[in-house]
Every structure is written in structure tokens, then in C-alpha cells.
């Protein structure tokens, strides 16, 4: 165990390049003692701490066509097109289940990342120091808008995206040294800036929250030019697609979601002596 954190972004299916990634590191023994992950990310980075190669992938590009998961059924059951709960409870219809003895190990810590929808605030649920963790990334993956909040503790929860890009300010407020942040957009991508007037009237009841919504473009702008930054003054160590992604949170062709996972592994490979070089100098 290599003492550091992983701190992974989100983008739903957009993950599935974070998921590659994270399958290369694995297969080369490179397991960080610390993951803190926000919506896909999380999700990605509970299979990560599982240990288990492939299983993100494998269950993102074999269901992503059932309709509990994204689509009718998932309408139904949950009252949003994409049902995190068909990964979290998985229901009886995924085959490979997780392995919880892996997972709840006190070994590697792992860390969900939500917004209070009270507050606008980000939240950090900690494996082991929370009343379900499985609950905290099902909420941190849990698109506002589209669909409801999470309820955790009678407190509701959306996307950790909502309030917090990358959680690198977390990893470095923890003391941890060597942190490795993920990306699933190219370096070099920005967001058109624009004010998003649906969220403020959507949620005028939560202010604070609604203007966070609003202001989500010009907040991940800012944020990508400080992990850029930091990156550059050694700080911590960025990695991110070596080619525009086009791939949609919600994308359908499978050809370009697996084409994606490829990158995201290829990626890995193609950086491993630069990654080995940063953990262990």
C-alpha cells in the first residue's frame, strides 16, 4: 500500500476512462492507501478499493442498455433515466458481486464525495466513519435536475460534482503528500460559461445550492486552471485523456464507451514511469 490519494473526478459515463485507468494501476500493483471520489469517480474508486480489475467496465458496458439502469425501468423505479441504485443494490441481476471483505478493510480509506442540498455544501462521507458508505456514493453519483436527492440521515444529498470538481483540496487538507488526480475531460478542455436559470428556479427553496448550480461552469473553469497549477508546481500529479472526449454522460454507442476504457488504460501505461517516479521520489 503506497501512501497517497487518488482523487477522481466524475462525468458519468464518461468514467469509464477513469475505470481504465484504474484497472492499469491495479495490474501493476500501484494501490494508493487513500481514494476520494465524486460521482463516477466514486463508483469507479469502490471497485478500485475492492480490488477488483475490470469490474467497473465490465458492469458499465454490460448494462448500459438495461433500461433499470439508464432508461424506463430506471424512470420507474427511481424517478430519474439513470438508476445508481441498480449498481449499488445490485439487485440480483448483476452477476459479479462486490466483494465487501475487500472493500471494508480499514487498511485503504475511501471517501464519497456529495453536495448538501441544504446548504450548497460538499460533504466527505468517510468508509467506516459513516452509517452506509454504499448510501453516500449512490447520492454523490446522483445528477440534480434529472433526478431526486439522496436521503442520508434525513439530510438530502446530490452529486459531489455540484459543489467540488476534483477533491484534491481534500486529499491536501488530509496531510497526504503524493496525490494522484484523475480527469475525464483533456487537459486543455473549458466550459462554455453560462448561467443556468433552470437551477434557480428549480431549486429557489435552497439558495445557496441553487446558486452553486448556476454558477457550475465558471466553478470548473476555475478549477481546472488550480489543478493545472498545482500540477505544474509539483504539488500533486494531474493525469487526464490524451485525446478529446467525446463521449456524452449519458452516451449510448458502446463502441466509443469501450474505446474509452482503452484510452483510459493505455493512458496509464503509457505515463506508469512518470506516475512510479512521483509515488516513490
Avoid at 471497485?47 to 430506471?74: C, D, E, F, M, P
Avoid at 466550459?191 to 454558477?215: G, I, T
Wanted: aromatic share 10%; hydrophobic share 35%.
Amino acid at each position: 500500500m503506497i501512501d497517497g490519494c487518488l482523487a477522481l473526478e466524475g462525468g458519468a459515463f464518461r468514467g469509464l476512462y477513469t475505470q481504465g485507468f484504474l484497472d492499469a494501476l491495479m495490474l501493476n500493483d500501484i494501490n494508493l492507501s487513500c481514494v476520494a471520489g465524486i460521482s463516477a469517480g466514486a463508483l469507479s474508486g469502490v471497485n478500485y478499493v475492492s480490488g477488483q480489475i475490470g469490474r467497473s467496465g465490465r458492469i458499465n458496458l454490460t448494462y448500459r442498455h438495461n433500461s433499470s439502469y439508464v432508461g424506463l425501468k430506471a424512470l420507474l423505479h427511481s424517478h430519474s433515466p439513470l438508476d445508481i441504485s441498480f449498481l449499488i443494490e445490485e439487485r440480483g441481476i448483476i452477476k459479479e458481486k462486490l466483494d465487501e471483505e475487500r472493500f471494508y478493510r480499514p487498511q485503504q480509506r475511501f471517501v464519497a464525495v456529495t453536495t448538501n442540498e441544504l446548504t450548497g455544501e460538499t460533504v466527505y462521507f468517510e468508509k467506516g466513519k459513516c452509517q452506509d458508505i454504499l448510501k453516500a456514493v449512490q447520492a454523490s453519483a446522483t445528477m440534480p435536475i434529472i433526478s431526486p436527492p439522496v436521503m442520508i440521515d434525513g439530510v438530502p444529498h446530490f452529486d459531489g460534482g455540484c459543489s467540488c470538481n476534483f477533491p484534491y483540496q481534500w486529499a491536501m487538507d488530509q496531510g497526504y503528500r503524493k496525490i494522484l488526480v484523475i480527469r475525464t475531460r483533456e487537459l486543455s478542455y473549458r466550459k462554455e460559461v453560462k448561467e443556468s436559470k433552470l437551477s434557480l428556479r428549480m431549486y429557489q427553496k435552497y439558495p445557496a445550492f441553487a446558486r452553486k448550480l448556476a454558477d457550475r461552469d465558471s466553478i470548473y473553469n476555475q478549477d481546472c486552471d488550480d489543478v493545472e497549477r498545482l500540477h505544474n508546481e509539483g504539488r500533486l500529479l494531474l493525469l487526464a485523456p490524451s485525446e478529446p472526449v467525446t463521449v456524452t454522460r449519458l452516451e449510448k454507442d458502446m463502441e466509443k464507451l469501450g474505446d474509452l476504457y482503452w484510452l483510459g488504460y493505455q493512458d496509464c501505461l503509457d505515463r506508469l514511469e512518470e506516475i512510479k517516479s512521483y509515488l516513490f521520489s
